[in-house]
């Protein structure tokens, strides 16, 4: 379980901007890349299903 929040919270440093370059190639060392690539792919779409309820809401008002 820990492993999955290492990388949960490298995935989120990266959507945001706010990883270094030593804490990234020490992500690659220590986590699978299909792993890194499945979480980004998750929490993408959870962003765009976010975006698209909050237009809508506002949209039906």
Known sequence: MQHFFSAL???L????????ED???T???HHSP???????????????LAIYATV???LNT
């Open 13 to 20: 440093a990266a959507f945001f901007g706010v990883q270094s």
């Open 9 to 11: 919270q490298s995935v």
């Open 27 to 29: 992500d690659f060392k």
């Open 34 to 48: 299909i792993t890194l690539i499945a979480i980004a792919v998750v929490l993408f779409v959870l962003f765009v």
């Open 56 to 58: 809508t809401s506002v």
């Open 23 to 25: 804490k990234r190639k």
